[in-house]
């Protein structure tokens, strides 16, 4: 007989009640908006607010609301055109202490984020934004790797007490000059402990030399590792300057593409793009009058470089201070960062955690250095557009700084802290930007597109008719033709598209036209178990069979062929999802969600429905099919 247990009654309402609700925001379009973020030098406060309301107005542009939101300023205006005019008007005035971008701030009323619910974010083709596709420089992480490499054989070749006369780098590999050929087991023996990844390779005829070189599958890890890092640096970065619903995929051998919903703004999207932070961390050479000739002079000792410290001179300038060539750590070897007050001056600090590379280096250098100067060095690497020959090229503007020359109190590893910062929201910037990491390698805009938000909006529109009428008809159809059930048949229908949105929403799938084009396929593949199960009634109903039993049996023996058939589109729609990338894989995301849920309503909410109607009907004899 028909029948539908209590507790399926339960999870369907539940299903539905969360499904609207995590639906619900969707209700809410997002606003078009400037955020301001602070750079190195800016803080994000009440004056900064007052600052920003002095400048729009004064500049005619009128805002829907100003808020300090999370760690950023954020502008609301109630348009594209003014949100343009207001970067503009901010640009300018703020300088380099701020970045300025365009993006979409979000609506949804604070009770219902706290819930989790968010809006279901939309790609490129349906928001606007821009898109870029970048080349890595993959030489220039081999060569960086090989410079590496060089460092730690002279430091091996030092550490052993083996005579030598150079570690050079060349066109064949590392080449090592010892000065006694005896040595060379030896010398062997420590560079094959300390890099085992290097081929070591004797020179005919010159038993005092040595070749190492890297193996082929070393540098395809390295190229790996290079693009690998690059893309995870980029997507801290972003994340970290509050762009969301970002996309980045590696694509290929040695390109990245990158795609920012919502930005409007190329040269910022340049900046948000490129900018990195690290630290290094050096021997002070001298702080003092060597420093002082060598800022007037230019000559500088061959075993120093000259810097300029945070720290003002007598004239009031930023004092020169000679630091060692020798890098004893760098921003690659930096594992955490997280910004508290020093626990004893209570001034601003950045806590740092190093690998385990970084902290064997680090420890060796205090064992030896207790008493003696230590200087962390600041290196900001923020992308330009200049124009040559009439074009415009990219190029980074490098700044080097020492923020901090302090006496090495003890011994320590992994684990200190640097100190010498200005303020507490620096700490907690530089803390972000060391985070976010630094890049492994150098990359070039090969290709760059801006989709304007009206094209976006008119994708949207044609989107959202496509799948409008296309359940208008599908819907106007099983009214027509099935009657009672072709009511069950259409409710089953928008509770499926409700589901599939709830779902896309939760897991922040991001919505694309092939989306789009994917949730209509949904609604055809729906119809079609709403048929089998429509036809296998009608059957049963042919053959004599009761109303009742027709029903139920209609929905038993339709389950099956259901079943089997969804199997096989959903097998399509898992491939798409795994193996493809950008639009085939938004599409295949879609297919999933849209199957599985289609399969619930179909086979299970529609019965239930069928079951309130004509379960408790014992003398039933017709049925409206």
Sequence with gaps: MLQYSTWKYVVAALII?????????NLYPKDPAVQVVANRGGVVDDALLLRVRGLLEKGGVETKALAIEVDSLVVRLPNADLQTKAADTLRPALGQEYTVALNLASTVPGWLAATGARSMSMGLDLQGGVHFLLEVDQNAAIEKRSNGFADEIATVLRDGK??????????NGIQVELRDADDMSMVRAAITREAPELELVDVPGQPTRLLARMTPTLIKTIMDGAIEQNRNTLDNRINSLGVGEQVIQRQGESRIVVQLPGVQDTAEARNLIGATATL???HVVDYGAQAVQAATTGAVPPNARLYYSRDLGPDGKPRPILLSRRVIVSGDQLVNAT???????????VQIELNNAGGNRMLAHTRESVGQLMAAVYIESIPEMKKVDGKDVLSFRVTEEVINAATLQGVFGRNFQTTGLDSQDEAANLARLLRAGSLAAPMVIIEERIIGPSLGAENVQRGIQAVFWSFMFVLAFFLVYYK?????????????LLMVVAIMSVIGATLTLPGLAGIALTVGLSVDANVLINERI?????????????????YD??????TDSNTTALLAGVAMAVFG?????????????????????????SRGMSTLIYGKRKKLTTLSI
Excluded: H, W
């Excluded at 009640?17 to 925001?25: K, M, V």
């Excluded at 030598?164 to 066109?171: C, I, P, S, W």
């Design 557 to 562: 023996k339709a389950s099956g062929t259901i």
């Design 162 to 171: 083996f005579a030598y006369t150079g570690v050079a780098r060349t066109a």
């Design 484 to 496: 009672t059930f072709g009511v069950v048949t259409n409710v089953a229908l928008l509770l499926n």
């Design 538 to 554: 009608r059957e049963e109903l042919r053959n004599g069979n009761t109303p009742l039993a027709s029903i139920a049996n209609g």
């Design 581 to 605: 990338s950008g639009p085939i894989r938004g599409f295949g995301i879609t297919l999933i969600i849209g199957i599985l849920t289609s399969m619930y309503t179909a086979v299970s909410v």
């Design 280 to 282: 290094e961390y050096r």
């Design 339 to 349: 910004s508290n007050p020093d626990p004893q001056g209570g001034g601003p600090a």
């Design 17 to 25: 009640a969360l499904s609207a609700f995590y639906s619900l925001p």
